[in-house]
């Protein structure tokens, strides 16, 4: 074992006391081909260099293995968790029968630490397994979205194209049926009012193929029966047959009898067949037309989506994108996840690589379609804004969130919170590079149980910007000052948190001035019983009374506990004083249905749109 080990680039320069001792407290372990040495996602407690055979490194992508890389005598492996301190990111499996030598953390740790050369040594074998790994994975991962994207443009495609199968059939012997019925209407001499009386029926039967009555089965069944009993008093064969037909033309027994005064006893019954015939031709017609159509807005979403045959980088209509994604997606949102786009009402081109952008909307909204999973009443919320130079875009759902304590990480290449073999923890990196690297652009994440946001900021022109850093996009949804008076001139009651008991300080003077013009202020501050004569609360929800508007005197960065308990209290607005700026707190009191001021004071605002 000392003269094998002494071999391994990792273990020169170590001093000989010191690689004597390393050597006493290793372990040698034995695997026969195919035995699992390894268990992507387990704990990782240890290292092993081979001494004998060869072993395969596999990871789980897209329900299934990819293969990483095989691994030779003399090579070490499982040092990615041990440096890293987390859990395995790959299985490793014996390809033969194999012998290694096995070094617990400590001895690992200590190695490390003794021994600049092994330090050295690992880096380099560490900055060169992770560069061959994302290589494979990104392929991997790119192919893995291609088939789920494959599978769900396949399974959208499969209904409408299933329709004009079934309807061109239908249609088929339809006609066959059409002609008879043609015939027989064609064997009774007709006058021209009786010709005009057929063209208006049939001009209303094509009009009626294509918006059928809208009927549920207990009002439609009467109308069938109601109808049915009128044929068959009337002597008309088949009246089973052509009941439901009328219905769906939306006929009454008063129309009927318009036909039994128009046309003679013995003609009447030709023409509610042909009428019907008429109707199924068109109807089938329609059904087929529906379908071509949904076929080709499928392919023409898919061409856009995948910017076929365009150059790398062109001008891209973001909401063209998003609509387009979500169409590639439709069939994993049918899980009865609620999808509600609130888009700029003007929004300019930007200049991108079309086709990865489309990547980062993919990643994002999927990753959101996994986190409301389970969740009651599943949303996800797609919201643009445009400020300036930059465009943003939210996507925000319900989902559990993401704990504290990995939000740092979220971003980081192999760091994933799905379980081994549902995600490589490549997807937010890839679309964490798209952006910023790519396209010199910034996304922030912002999630607490049942609300989680990823915002992406980029900019319009990204080659003109290199350099440049994405603003904090301060004020992006600025209200109206129509909505801002409509808020001032229907609220009553103001909870002012942060109120302030110093006169010469805003956050006493702006709100006495509020008090003044008529409005009830409830102060919220722990540290004083009362201010401008009113009781005052430690926090909003001991308030007991409802309140209209929540002002506030606090720093941006305490602003959004204060959001979510004035969710909680039910408050109608937020309003932030001048010099306060949250936009992840705006957003969630945004999709509560709060209105949102922010950087404005109220005071300024009053007197401007009220008292004026």
Known sequence: MY???KKVPLFEGLPDEDFERLCELVEVEKFKAGKTIVVEGTAGDRMFVIRVGQVEILKTSGGREVLLAVRDIGEVIGEMALVEDMPRNATVRARTDVEVITFKKEQFNYLMDSSPTAARAMLGTIISRYRATTSVLRQSEKMAQLGTLTAGVAHELNNPAAAVKRGASQLRDILAHYGTASAALSAFSTTTEQRSWLKQLEDSAIASASKPPELDALARSDKEYELETWLEDHDVPNAWSLA?????????????????EAFPPDMLPAVIDW???TYSVHNLLSEIDQGAGRISEIVKALK?????DQAPVLSVDIHEG?????????NKLKKGISVKRDYADVLPNIQAYGSELNQVWT??????VDAVEGVENPEIVINTKWDGDFIVVNISDNGQGVPDDIQGKIFDPFFTTKPPGKGTGLGLNITYNIVVQ???????????????CFTVILPVGFESSQGATPPPVEGYAKLTDLEMKEILTSSRTIAVVGISRSDNRPAHTVPRYLQDA????????????TILGEKAYPDLKSIPDSVDIVQVFRPSEEVMPIVEDAVAIGAKTIWMQEGIINNVAAEFARSAGLNVVMDTCMRVTHKRLVQS
């Open 3 to 5: 003269d094998f080990l």
């Open 244 to 260: 439901p037909t009328l219905v769906d033309l939306n006929y009454e027994p008063e129309q009927l009898e318009k036909l039994n």
């Open 304 to 308: 856009s989506y995948s910017y076929l």
């Open 322 to 330: 998003l609509d387009n994604t979500l169409l590639i997606l439709r």
């Open 438 to 452: 790519k396209h010199h652009g910034d996304i922030r994440l912002y999630s607490k149980p049942g609300y989680t």
């Open 363 to 368: 990643n994002l909204i999927d990753n959101a």
């Open 518 to 529: 008529g409005y009830r202020i409830v102060p919220v501050n722990p540290n004083v019983d």
């Open 275 to 277: 009428l019907g015939h």
